[in-house]
């Protein structure tokens, strides 16, 4: 069993476009979601540092890509995130087209960390990026996040609605309840990414 050490995990770089990202070795694994869904604060509770990824009450302030390195060969990746509704529609469309790019282009993308707010899972943009990570082979770790503001009965209705929904599409379905806030499903999401690091390596 592989077993990596993900508290020296450390920035390398950000970028606004797919052309600047200049590294092709390795592999990286992407967190994706919609604007303040928590993706930056899971990859600072799965590095247990504090201000790695910059975690913000401000939702879509995370406007790059931004690459950080856990081990010299494997990365891991903070997108931005997608529809936050207060922002013009130049900006939406043109962040839209950099995770469509990145998605349908980046080669050393081996599998996707999909946050969704336990609370409202499977937004019409999820489906959208659903869609194309199935059409494009890459697997898919669905975290559903924040579940600290839910009772443990309502987590196990929402895992069961979100389970049932993709078990349509997806073969293998896996989806796990986190929190950053309590600590939740952390061990999940490392043995999840020693897994696919141990695939490729
Ligand atoms: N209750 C709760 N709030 C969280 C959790 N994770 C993040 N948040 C809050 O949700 C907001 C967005 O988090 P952030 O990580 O910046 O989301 P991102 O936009 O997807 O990167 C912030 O106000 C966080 O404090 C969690 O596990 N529980
Ligand atoms: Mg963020």
């Known amino acids: 069993m592989v ?10 770089k950000s970028v606004s476009k797919i052309s600047d990202i200049n590294i092709e070795h390795g592999i ?4 994706i979601g919609y604007s303040n869904s928590g993706k930056s604060s899971a990859i600072n509770s799965l590095t247990n540092q ?9 939702p879509g302030r995370t406007q790059l890509i931004n690459f950080f390195q856990v081990i010299s060969n494997f990365r891991i990746v903070d997108l931005p995130g997608y529809g936050y509704a207060k922002c013009p529609m130049s900006i939406k469309l043109k962040w839209q087209k950099l995770i469509y790019n990145y998605l349908k282009k980046r080669k050393p993308l081996k599998g996707l960390v999909f946050l969704m707010d336990i609370r409202y899972p499977l937004k019409i943009y999820d489906q959208y990026i659903i869609n194309i990570a199935i059409n494009q082979n890459i697997p898919i770790f669905i975290l559903l996040s924040k579940c600290d503001k839910l009772t443990l009965t309502q987590q ?13 599409f997806l073969q293998d379905v896996h989806i796990e309840l986190f929190s950053s806030f309590k600590k939740i ?17």
């Open 3 to 12: 077993s990596i050490i993900y508290n020296k995990t450390c920035f390398l």
């Open 28 to 31: 990286e694994i992407a967190f």
């Open 50 to 58: 504090k201000k790695l990824a910059r975690s913000s009450k401000k």
């Open 156 to 168: 196990k209705k929402q895992f069961q609605i979100v389970y049932t929904k993709l078990k349509i």
């Open 185 to 201: 499903g952390i061990s999940k999401l490392q043995s999840q990414l020693n897994i696919w690091y141990k695939q490729y390596k």
